[in-house]
């Protein structure tokens, strides 16, 4: 069912409260604005928490690695089509176990 509206709703633009209007093609549309779904520290989880403290323990040790140790990286990655940068996390992290058993430029524990 379609709703008909009067002439003086069809000119309202803009926002009001958490309602914005706007012209489309279609006629005029009112709808309901959303707001960005944000968590704060205090409402993670201890899980959540530890896990983004790994992350950025491993994104640290991935920026201070030298640009050879990178480029080796780099080259593992690229026979399973991911970036270094992409390998080195998901060995890190576990979900992968090195290539060819051990991995040439690192052990897969922030190396």
Same mark, same amino acid.
């Given at each position: 069912?379609?709703?008909?509206?009067?002439?003086?709703?069809? $000119?309202?633009? =803009?926002?009001?409260?958490?309602?914005?209007?706007?012209?489309?093609?279609?006629?005029?549309?009112?709808?309901?604005?959303?707001?960005?779904?944000?968590?704060?520290?205090?409402?993670?989880?201890? =899980?959540?928490?530890?896990?983004?403290?790994?992350?950025?323990?491993? &994104?640290?040790?991935?920026?201070?690695?030298?640009?050879?140790?990178?480029?080796?990286?780099?080259?593992?990655?690229?026979?399973?089509?991911?970036? =270094?940068?992409? $390998?080195? &996390?998901? $060995?890190? &992290? =576990?979900?992968?176990?090195?290539?060819?058993?051990?991995?040439?430029?690192?052990?897969?524990?922030?190396?």
């Amino acid at each position: 069912m379609k709703a008909t509206t009067s002439s003086i709703i069809s $000119l309202i633009q =803009g926002k009001l409260g958490k309602l914005a209007g706007k012209r489309h093609k279609t006629g005029q549309v009112i709808s309901r604005k959303s707001t960005p779904y944000e968590i704060s520290q205090a409402q993670r989880s201890t =899980g959540q928490q530890a896990a983004q403290q790994k992350y950025a323990s491993i &994104l640290t040790t991935w920026q201070a690695l030298t640009q050879e140790k990178k480029d080796g990286y780099n080259q593992q990655g690229a026979t399973l089509k991911i970036s =270094g940068w992409n $390998l080195y &996390l998901k $060995l890190n &992290l =576990g979900f992968i176990e090195a290539i060819y058993g051990t991995a040439e430029y690192g052990t897969g524990k922030y190396s």
